[in-house]
């Protein structure tokens, strides 16, 4: 069906494009200064539409428009995730999970999600939804070679079918089989979108509909790392490295409605304005953990990784999550001191098993977590010649605790200057899955009642022709994490054991971020340097004190400037620390200080084209690890990828 759903959305634009187009006079404004953006030959009076016209807005109102050219930023996009993933570790097989480098990209939401968070990199929230205008059918069809058999496509196509209303359609999917035993990735996003405005803007409404399924075979890392790293020839065939789990797979699935509305009270827009608003957003996932065969060999050795199990075979562990989100407001909008809007909202979630586990007389794990909670907040709108601020406070009026303060404030000094600065408090109410986690292995099962996460941020961004710099400082108390909670005995016979964990002592974190890029005629040097600081009384949050990226590229444009194209080589590293393990059987990330990654270098070898709106993308990725030595790993268990050879594009049609 996946399949079959992705050539009708290659076909659509096919169609479109096969047909003659008339040009009507009752068209949006198509009058600009360039010949043409379209791929088609066009007749000399054709009239077209601007670039700026088709329109890509967020769901705080922030516009965009669409961008067809290729920069050196933009080829940083060109991955799994559709965006620059530094600060982000991949692990061998693209459509796996991530390793996060630099914890300043941690997002927080007040309120109780299912967890899994190892599995989310490639979900799209409410908030990653765009949604559009474009005065003609605009279509967008991304592709990029995966690892082994398998390919990773992305198609979407948006069309007003008047000035006011909007649709789009797009479905992302990938295939990889990977280069190690049981490592297949099979994953799709599924995003129906719309926007409506009446033409006074007296209501305007913003709509999407998601379907997303991510499926990864578990192999729960090598077993030796010592055939990874002997250079012996014979394990140059990564299918010949032993791993842990041969069978196993997770499979993280969900649905979404959500839409966002507004309805001026006053008929006509004045200098006052009052405007109700409503906002829903009904979510379901499902994460399931399978494994049919228990035990695990290593050498020969059959072990229990995971310790010992309810059953002998056919492990099936299954995890379900509903939450129901509605938030109702009055805004009041006045033309000198801005807007004003005060909500209530009502958040119930339900986290649920299909048993209750009797461990003993004093220790039961219950089937579920019913939640119901409501807030009463207010936020402040404020834009004004060169400042534009946005100022959100919210707290619940149930037994739970639960509060955001959220302080953002802009500064344009000019066109190309601009100052960010932001302040957020959160006391953050855990996810379900470190409260409760059923499983078929024994030591996999808890409920607990942790107490709330308090984090405290400030962050400054400086944006310039000259630099582009980003700090942060982060306080967090009660911090959650998960920990190896493996006896010595366990250690010794390959058994590993993961709990959630409360952390009693302030944990202290500061990240300094600067980029700058270089220009020596047709030469560039594109260089972005972390900084990371940690003050803490033991190892919990880990990250590398360094990461860089260096790209020394060449642009340039050939025959008579039909093709652009830059070439040059990437340079990644990271310091040496504790990074963080993943455990398959519950989809995190845990703590841990017995091995240190990084250190290593990864030089990748690039060209990029652009033939009109068609940008073309080939890339030798880790090309050193021809000739290096086998030390570079995204975990302890789990190598970072081998040498690779990906091809891909990005073709838009304007019609």
């Known amino acids: 069906m996946r399949i079959l759903f992705f050539l009708y959305l290659l076909a659509v634009p096919t169609i479109l494009f096969s047909q003659e187009k008339s040009t009507s006079k009752s068209n949006l404004d198509m009058k600009t200064k360039y010949s043409s953006i379209n791929d088609t030959v066009k007749k000399k009076k054709s009239l077209v539409a601007k670039i700026e016209q088709y329109e890509i807005i967020t769901l705080e109102h922030d516009t965009t428009h669409a961008d067809t050219s290729l920069t050196i930023k933009s080829a940083y ?59 003609t059918p605009l279509t967008e069809l991304f592709f990029n070679t995966s690892i082994g058999k398998g390919q990773n496509v992305d198609s979407f196509i948006t069309l007003n079918t008047s000035k006011n209303l909007n649709f789009s359609v797009a479905y992302r999917g990938l295939r990889s089989e990977g280069k190690y035993i049981n490592q297949l990735s099979s994953t799709g996003n599924l995003r129906f979108t719309t926007s409506y405005f009446t033409t006074d803007k007296r209501y305007v409404l913003y709509a999407h509909y998601t379907y997303q399924d991510i499926l990864n075979e578990e192999n729960g890392g090598i077993t030796t790392a010592n055939d990874f790293e002997s250079g012996d020839p014979n394990y140059t065939n990564r299918q010949r490295l032993e791993v842990y789990l041969t069978d196993a797979e997770s499979f993280l699935k969900g649905r979404r409605l959500f839409f966002d509305h507004a309805f001026r009270v006053n008929p006509k827009h004045g200098n006052n304005n009052l405007y109700v608003t409503h906002q829903f ?29 309810y059953v002998t075979s056919g492990i099936k562990d299954q995890t379900r999550f509903e939450k129901l989100y509605n938030k109702a407001g009055l805004t009041y909008e006045n033309s000198l001191l801005g807007k004003f809007n005060f909500f209530v909202d009502d958040y119930r979630s339900n986290y649920k098993y299909g048993r209750i586990i009797v461990i003993s007389k004093d220790s039961i794990i219950t089937d579920n977590i019913f939640q119901q909670i409501n807030n009463v907040g207010g936020q402040f709108e404020y834009q004004k010649n060169k400042w534009n601020g946005r100022f959100l406070y919210t707290r619940s009026i149930t037994n739970q605790s639960l509060s955001d303060l959220d302080a953002k404030l802009k500064y344009n000094l000019n066109e190309e200057i601009q100052f960010d600065f932001r302040y957020r408090n959160i006391n953050k109410l855990p996810n379900n ?5 059923q499983s078929s292995y024994v030591q996999y099962n808890w409920s607990n009642d942790f107490k709330n996460e308090k984090i405290n941020t400030l962050s400054a961004n ?89 790209t ?58 652009r033939i009109r709106q068609t940008r073309i993308y080939l890339k030798a990725e880790h090309f050193n690890a021809a000739f290096s030595q086998d030390n570079y790993y995204s975990s302890p268990n789990n190598p970072y990828r081998d040498l690779t050879i990906s091809f891909g594009l990005v073709w838009n049609f304007f019609q």
């Open 462 to 550: 400086v944006f310039t022709p000259w630099l582009n710099a980003e700090v942060q400082y982060t306080v967090l108390n009660d911090h959650l994490y998960f920990e190896d909670k493996s006896t010595a005995a366990q250690d010794s016979v390959r058994t590993q054991i993961i709990a959630p964990a409360q952390y009693e002592n302030t944990i202290n974190y500061l990240s300094v971020k600067a980029s700058r890029e270089f220009k020596f005629g047709a030469f560039a040097l594109d260089n972005t340097l972390l900084y990371q600081k940690v003050n803490q009384s033991d190892l919990i949050l880990n990250v590398p004190d360094f990461v860089t990226r260096n």
């Open 281 to 309: 957003n009904y979510e379901n996932k499902f994460f399931e953990y399978k494994q049919p065969t228990v035990n695990s060999t290593v050498d020969g050795v059959t072990i229990k990784r995971f310790g010992e199990s």
């Open 552 to 609: 020394f590229y060449y642009s340039g444009y050939f025959f008579k400037k039909a093709l652009y194209i830059q070439t040059g080589i990437v340079f990644n590293y990271f310091t040496k620390y504790y990074g963080n393990e993943y455990n398959p059987v519950i989809g995190e990330f845990f703590v841990q200080d017995k091995t240190k990654i990084g250190g290593y270098p990864v030089f990748d070898f690039f060209v990029n084209g």
């Open 433 to 437: 899955n470190y409260n409760l986690y």
């Open 77 to 135: 996009k060109q991955n799994y995730l559709r965006r620059d993933n530094f600060g982000l570790l991949s692990f061998p097989n693209t459509g796996q999970t991530y390793n996060t480098l630099q914890y300043s990209l941690t997002d927080f939401s007040p309120y109780p999600e299912i967890g899994f968070e190892a599995k989310h990199f490639n979900f799209l929230d409410a908030n990653q939804i765009n949604y559009y205008s474009a005065p």
